[in-house]
């Protein structure tokens, strides 16, 4: 009886943990700042460092907005001097809880070369994408939302989410990976990147 109880404690321990950093792994705080060696930090003599799983790693991808329509990565990250991928879905309770602030971020950053990206992990499942336009709209996040694309998880190592990162014109990834919902580290990263 007394394994039973010890083994329900620890489960539940376990489940708070991953509901109070994330949803999915990782308690929260910039990835990127953890680890990066010499000759993977600054790639981009900006200051900015990149986590050592993804050195020099540049996206080149097709996908689609929440509407249907394709995308390329070209359009996507060129239309911006700098691009903040934020990786959410709409089960993740921290993920929709940040939307707001990601919304005025987006307003924010739009006339100073910034955009925000929104990867909805589950637009793939009917509910989920209907869900996913649903809590947009309630944030009022007009910001650019897309499908995930194939290579997107492996690439990046994704182990929850939000997961954010920042990418320039040309979908190299630059700047800190922040895992969890860190809304002022985005602005920092981004007043960094553009430093």
């Given at each position: ?6 083994t329900?404690l620890a489960?539940?321990?376990a489940?708070?943990v991953?509901?109070l950093?994330?949803?999915a792994g990782d ?5 990127g700042?953890?680890g ?7 790639p981009s003599g900006?200051?900015?460092e990149?986590?050592p ?5 540049a ?6 907005d ?7 990565s070209e ?5 911006s ?5 934020n990786c959410?879905a709409s ?5 929709v809880?940040?939307l ?5 971020l ?6 100073k ?5 929104g990867?909805l992990f589950d637009a793939d499942d ?6 996913g336009?649903e809590?947009?709209?309630d944030?009022?996040?007009?910001y650019l ?11 990046m190592n ?5 997961t ?5 014109r040309?979908?190299?990834?630059v700047g800190s ?5 860190y ?13």
């Amino acid at each position: 009886m007394k394994k039973r109880i010890l083994t329900v404690l620890a489960v539940l321990l376990a489940v708070s943990v991953l509901v109070l950093s994330g949803c999915a792994g990782d308690s929260g705080g910039s990835g990127g700042d953890q680890g990066a060696s010499d000759d993977q930090a600054d790639p981009s003599g900006d200051g900015s460092e990149v986590d050592p799983y993804i050195p020099n790693l540049a996206f080149v991808f097709t996908t689609e907005d929440l509407d249907g329509s394709e995308l390329t990565s070209e359009e996507i990250f060129g239309a911006s001097e700098y691009t903040m991928v934020n990786c959410w879905a709409s089960w993740c309770g921290p993920c929709v809880g940040e939307l707001p602030e990601l919304a005025k971020l987006s307003e924010e950053f739009a006339g100073k070369g910034c955009a925000i990206v929104g990867v909805l992990f589950d637009a793939d499942d009917p509910a989920g994408l209907e869900d996913g336009k649903e809590l947009l709209a309630d944030a009022g996040a007009e910001y650019l939302n897309v499908k995930p694309w194939d290579s997107l998880m492996t690439d990046m190592n994704i182990q929850a989410i939000p997961t954010s990162f920042f990418v320039d014109r040309q979908g190299k990834v630059v700047g800190s990976i922040v895992i969890g919902a860190y809304p002022e580290q985005y602005t920092e990263i981004l007043d960094s990147l553009l430093d």
